[in-house]
Each structure stands twice: as C-alpha cells, then as structure tokens.
C-alpha cells in the first residue's frame, strides 16, 4: 500500500521528506494560535507515517491558505497543499473530523457557488446555521446586518451558469 | 618484430569466474608477436611481479601487455616492475578486463571472454607500434605566490618563507589582516583576535624571505607549474609609500568623513585612510571615489601638511610582473548580504545587524571602543536576538550548505554580549548546534549554564519595527509555543559565501569552482588543497566555508606541498603529449583554440603550431580537431588507434 508520504507528496506536488522542523511555518502562520497541531508537526506526522493523528488534525480545517508558511519554507514544502490534501483524503476516507462546521461552511459555500455562481449572504447564512444547529447564535449581529440592508432575499445567477458549472465539474 | 610478452590476471575470482582464462591464454598465445603467454593468480602480488620480470629477462621480451584491472589501479606498479626488468615503461600496457569486462558482463560469460581475447588482442596491436619514451623534465622557479592576505595566507606565506622559500603575498586591501583583523574575540577560548594576529602581521611586513605587495590584484597568470609569470595591478594609492613615515598627520587633516567599509558602516573613515590602527603596513592610501583633490582639485590639504611629500596625485596604476613556480589561493569569503534578506527588513532597521558589525560593536578598536550599544540610538541594549541558519540551510531562498562557524560565533556573541551587559538577556534562534571541534561543545554548554543564554529552537518568520522595538516572531519548535520578543538589537549569523570576485579570479587560474562558487579541490578526501590546475593550491575560506583553526591547518598543508614541489630542481611530467609534424601544419589555429590547458599556441615567426609540453595533458583534443591530421599524440597515433579498431571488429 502507498504510504501516505506518497500519496500527500503526489496530491501537493511537493516533497514532504525535505522538512527539518525549522518552525517558520508555525512562525508565519496567522492561525497558529487556534491550532492543535502546528505545521511542521503535522508534516512530521506524515513523514513518519503517523497517518491518522495527521488526519484527525483540526488544523488541517482551521488553515486559511493564506500561503505565508509555503512562501517562507526554505525547503519549498507547499504547505498550504499538503492541508488541502490531508483535507481530501480525510473525506475520501471518512476519517475522524473535529471541525464539522468547518466542513459544512466548505460544502454549502461550493454548492451555492456551483447553483448560483456567486453566494447570496442570506441564503448562505440561513443553510449553514440550519445544517450546524446554530439557529440562534449571531441573531444579533444577523438583525444590523438586515438593517443595514445586507441581506437580499431574491437569489440572482451570474450570467453563463452553466460554463462555470462546467468548471466545477 | 617486437617480442612480446602478455600476462594475464585472474584477481583472484574477480576476472577468472567470468571470463575463461584458459580460452584467453590459448588463443593469445598464438596472436602474431606474442613470445610469451601466461596467467597468474595474482599479478600484482609480489610473487606475480616476479613473474613477469623473470619472464622479460629470461625470454628477452620487447615489451609487455598486462591483462588485469584498470590501468588507475595498477598501471605504476607494472611500469615499474617493467622497469626493474630493464625494459622502458611506455613498453608496458594495461588492458582493463575487470572493470570493463569481467565486472559489467557477469552474466554473459561467453561473449566476456571474447571481449577480453580483442581487448588484449587490440593492446598487442599498439604496443607494437609503441615508442620508449623518457619523462619531459623543467626547471622549476622556487618561489611562490600567495593570493589573500588574510589568516590563512598570511600562514601559508609564513610558513613557504620559514623553509627558506621566497614568497610574494598579495593582498587587495590597503593593509594584511583580512577578516579576522576585524574581529573581537575569537571561540573557544576568547583571545583577542587583533592579539594574535598582530605578531603574524609584524612578522610578514619584516621577513627576509617575504615580498609583501598590499592594495593590489592579480591581472594575469601565464605560464605552467614551476614557470609562472603572475601580472599584478598596484593600485595608485595617491602616496608613495616608501617615502610615508605613516605619521597620521594627513589623516588627521582630512576634511571628508565618510562610512567605514571596514567598520561595515558603523564607524566612519577619511578620504585618506589605514583601514585599522595597528595595520600593516601601516602607511595610508586615498580613496580616489571620495577624494575631494581627485574629484574636483579643491582641498589638497594633504599634500600641504605632508612634511615628507609622500602625496602625489598624478600617481597611476602599476603594472608589475612576477616569476613564481606555484600559487597558493587564499581569498576567503564574503557574507550574505542583509539587505538582500526581505522578511528580516532588507536591512532597513538600523538594530538588526551581521555578525561581522557585531564584531565591530564588540572590538576594542571598533567605532565605539568595545562598548555594545543600539545603533540606532546608542542605547545599551537588553534583549539581544541572535538568528542561526540566515539563509544559509536554505535552498530555497539562500544557499544549502551548513558553513559550520555560526554555532560557534553566535554562541561566543551571546557570551561576550552578557559579560557586558550582566543584566542583559541573550536569546539564540537555533535549528540544530554544530559544534564539532576541540572544546566547542564545551563552549556552547558553558554559555547555556554560566552565562544563561537562552537557547530557543525554531526559525524566526520575520522582523518588524514597532515603538523602537525590533519584533522577532519566532517559535519553540520543541514545545510548539509560539515566541514574540521585543528586540533591542538582532544579529544574524548570515550564510558565508564565495567572494564576489571569486569567478573572475577562477578565470584568471584556471582552476573551477563548485556549484556554489567556492574553489573546487582535485579530491575532496585526498587532495583537498590541491586544485584542478597542477601547481595552483587552495587554502581556507575560498574552498569552503571554514573557521580560524581548519583554515590554519589548511594554510600548512598548502605550504607543505609548494615546499615538497620544491624540493627538487626539476618537475617532470608525463610524455604523452601530442606533437606537430610541422610540414603538414597550416598553423590554422583550430588547435589552440580546442585545448582545454592552454598548451597550444601558434609560433608566428615559423607559422606552425607548437605543443607546450609541460602543460599538455594528452588528451587529444587537437589531434581529433587537427583538419591536416598534422598532430598526434605520442604512443596513441591515428595509425595505433585503427590497430586497435581493427581487432575489435
């Protein structure tokens, strides 16, 4: 079987084994503070093989992809990737996952983008609190934002609906 | 017709196992020429040399092929056993059936010993037409240069002159002492470094066997080992040196004041400057970028003080030749640039320094008399960050190698740092401590436990000004916390890299440099001073990144081996050299311009090519290119070569 160094090396296209836990990735990164596991842990993990600790990570669901470990590693590990894979393969296996609101905002957000091409903040925002069991967290903040006239109610498609579901497929 | 005599080895089971001795031998023995055939277990085992000269004696053999391992492994063995047995040893030839036949053909047997039966038979073919040759032999120019006075080539020069060898050491500077005249203290037991230095220095500018040549730079090298000709630029330095008695007064007078290149821009300098108090030689020179006189004809001032009328302002460059018989490098290194590091600030905050400025800092003859203050607003400091692997470990955006002294230097900076500021705290970003030497790992403990350094293992992502402040955002990897500092001062142990001059001077001595730009060595194991071109040697920093003790060492071994170049009166080199019929060349030029070694060159009065057999590799490199087939190599003719084709066919 391949080792998950082999299959997270092939998804990000990039070469796990070349990190020497220098930590300025974990230096960079703007969500260090809400991590379980830091970066260059999580790419120990999978260098030594330790693959379900690697996918049962909430870092994983917590990285932004903001790309500043990626463009500091002086090994050139595409960090950034390597969360994006571990996230695929989490899926695909149905691994153990701690940020399922995390994991609910990412499917509805795609389904939106993919039924509408765009995202209408009240239809977005009334499925994930409907799909998390959140009905009533925020109301305050969701009532200045309807004052303010931020929530539209009509859902409008982009132009060319169908190219970009294209795409997306 | 040559009798010949052909011997073959079965190294043991290396060759015999595959290819079949017994086959080899019966059918050589036939072969036209061959007077003598046999095999042996071992051939270059004492008994087996025995063998084949008993063999040359008794049969009266002409010449002789021996059918064993590469010609790398034993070919001087049985040229000399050749030569015991009174034959000359260009008559004796290896035919290399282990590791072109029996090692790389294992599972084919059959064909391995056809292969080995053309392989003689081709041999045969050649040594036939063979020529006994004698050694080409020169006289050698027992004196040597020396590039870089720094350390290293001050030792070097030192050490070649102390043997009673004349020596020229050339230094690009106004004065001897490289960088370590510019540091403070020196690991692992913190003497002064200007302490130790300054006898080597007095000692070059007073030997009898020394010819120092400072402010100057090697324009050319011509000629071949032991018959160098070395061109050097003297730079005008506006003063003539040996009427200047170095009293200071134009010095003192100087109105222009500009940045230091030796204090690395925290101190300042005059136009008309010695690059440190206790230079050597300790005479002046004017700096014709800053010069007021130079640039505009105004000032003059010291040409008016000068009561010796040392300054002369038509002074131009110089030109000077040089007969030397070897060169010893020593140009050292240069650091990586901190300007060019972005998320350190790309030298924009005035608190984050290199180590070499914190040496300055830090020297009792520095800008600020040894006292470490901020730069920015010279303030003592109390929290000093010192950054380990700044773009050195770092493929990516820097150079990969580990250049094995900021371990060193940083844990002495840290301690140096709290001897002088007590109440100070010193925090080191390190990856990994290498510290390999005689006492060094003792040295880092020691400034772990007595001197409190705080040691934090994780990569610092960037720096940031903020209040007055020097942000330092790094981590502890091994307890994953993340750590902010605020920073009075950052040093960073920059990567050390190859002078940016070292490609040029490559060109110069036609030696090569490796991926990185460093000197490359002829070995690394086993001729690591030595380089590509014979009688051009390497020693310290310019062959790679090393400290004060290694590049000493460095600097004796080259000297070691210019004196043992030296101790006969003659080089002799090998006569496989091409060689020119004169009547068919056109002098065309197609050769000089196709060898490698510069060993060709056109003689213009006679109009033909001439071979500089010194130089001459035998690589027959002209002969493939030759359009008249006017050169050939000796005992590799055009009509040898087809002798062989003919028996591979």
Sequence with gaps: ?169 | MKKIGVFICWCGSNIADVVSVDKVLAVISKHPGVAHCEYYKYFCSEPGQRLVEDAIKNKSLDAIVIAACSPSMHEATFRKAAERAGLNRYQCEITNIREQCSWVHRMKKGEATQKAIDLISGTIEKLKLNESLQPITTPVTKRALVIGGGITGMQAALDIANAGVEVVLLERAPSVGGHMSQLAETFPTLDCSQCILTPRTVEIAQHPKIKLITYAELEELSGYLGNYTAKIRKKAAYIDRVKCTGCGLCIEKCPKKIPSEFDLGSGQRKAVYILYPQAVPNKPVIDPENCMYLLEKKCGICQKVCEVKAVDYEQKDEIIEEKVGCVVVATGYDLYPVKDIAEYGNGRIKDVIDGLQFERLNSASGPTSGAIVRPSNGDVPKDVVFIQCTRSRDPEKGVSYCPGICCMYTGKHAMLYKRKVPDGQAYVFYMDIRAPGKDYEEFIQRGIEEERTLYIRGRVARLYEENGKVIVCGIDTLTGKIIEIKADLVVLATAMLPRATAKDLAKKLNISTDEYGFYREAHVKLKPVQSNTMGIFLAGCCQGPKDIPYSVSQAGSAASKVLALFGSDKLSSEPIVATVDESLCAACGVCVANCPYNAREIDEKRKVAVVKEMLCQGCGACVAVCPNKACQLKNMTTEQVMSIMKELE
Excluded at chain 1, 83 to 104: G, P, V
Aim: hydrophobic residues 45%; aromatic residues 8%; glycine residues 6%.
């Design chain 1, 1 to 169: 079987m391949e080792s998950i160094l082999d299959i997270v090396n092939k998804k990000a296209d990039t070469r796990v084994e070349r990190c020497y836990q220098c930590g300025k990735c974990a230096s960079s990164c703007p969500m260090i503070k809400f991590f379980d596991v830091p970066p260059y842990k999580i790419i120990r993990l999978i260098t030594i093989g330790a693959k379900d600790s690697a996918l049962s990570a909430s870092a994983i669901w917590l990285c932004t992809s903001c790309y500043a470990c990626m463009t500091r590693c002086p090994n050139d590990i595409n960090i950034t990737k390597v969360m994006d894979a571990l996230k695929e393969i989490n899926l695909q296996e149905k691994a153990a996952c701690h940020e399922k609101d995390i994991l609910i905002f990412h499917k509805i957000f795609l389904g939106e983008i993919a039924r509408l091409g765009r995202i209408n903040e009240f239809r977005f925002v009334g499925k994930f609190k409907i799909k998390a069991l959140k009905l009533f967290q925020d109301l305050a903040l969701g009532l200045k934002m309807f004052k303010k006239g931020k929530f539209v109610f009509k859902a409008e498609k982009i132009n060319g609906i169908s190219g970009l579901r294209k795409l997306i497929r």
